[in-house]
């Protein structure tokens, strides 16, 4: 379900959120999450997710946990009276949210950690909010690129590389690994 507020959610027994900058593959590592092509909806047109879509794993969401998407931040073809809306949308669902154990902050593996990225990530800091850095898009980073890549990403997070987790949504890269997690996180 989608909703353009966090009032608007029903209760789930736990979940977690994912947040990115547009096009960063937020939906579609949800379908490769879901083990489904069309679960989310994925575009090339940044800003297509604009209300927070609630994702039942297993079931109902108040007995098997749920993922919920939120809008991409940074660059989206949308109406500034739209995207206006999104930033007090995501702080009341992130701050306000009962039942919220983390949430997926997904980096751009092949671009790595923007300005915004950063910023974001300082501000899960600032209020003490649950996170953990998945970075996408493992298959575009040359396989000669990546060693030094991972600790690039890593200490522009104020991370060690063992605490990124790298995924690749098109080749199926430590999907299972994220699965297995995200049930312990929920769990």
């Known amino acids: 379900m989608s909703a353009p507020s966090v009032a608007e959610l029903p209760p789930t027994r736990g979940e977690l959120a994912i947040v990115g900058r547009s096009n960063v593959g937020k ?10 092509k069309d679960l989310a909806k994925t575009s090339k047109t940044p800003g297509r997710t604009q209300l927070l879509n609630l994702f039942a794993l297993e079931g109902d969401p108040a007995t098997g946990g749920s993922v919920v998407d939120l809008p991409g931040y940074g660059f989206a073809k949308v ?3 739209v995207r206006a809306t999104w930033g007090p949308m995501i702080e009341g669902y992130l701050l306000e949210r009962e039942g919220l154990r983390a949430t997926l902050v997904l980096v751009d593996g092949e671009v790595g950690p923007t ?8 501000w899960f800091e600032h209020h003490g909010l649950a996170h953990h850095v998945i970075a996408t898009k493992h298959d575009k980073v040359k396989s000669s690129r990546r060693d030094a890549r991972k600790k690039e990403l890593a200490a522009k997070c ?17 999907i299972d690994e994220l699965r297995n997690r995200v049930r312990g996180w929920l769990a």
């Open 27 to 36: 939906s579609s590592l949800l379908n490769a999450l879901a083990r489904r």
């Open 79 to 81: 109406p500034a009276r």
């Open 115 to 122: 300005a915004l990225d950063v910023q974001t990530l300082e």
């Open 158 to 174: 104020g991370l060690e590389p063992r605490q990124v987790l790298w995924v690749s949504a098109a080749s199926d890269v430590n």
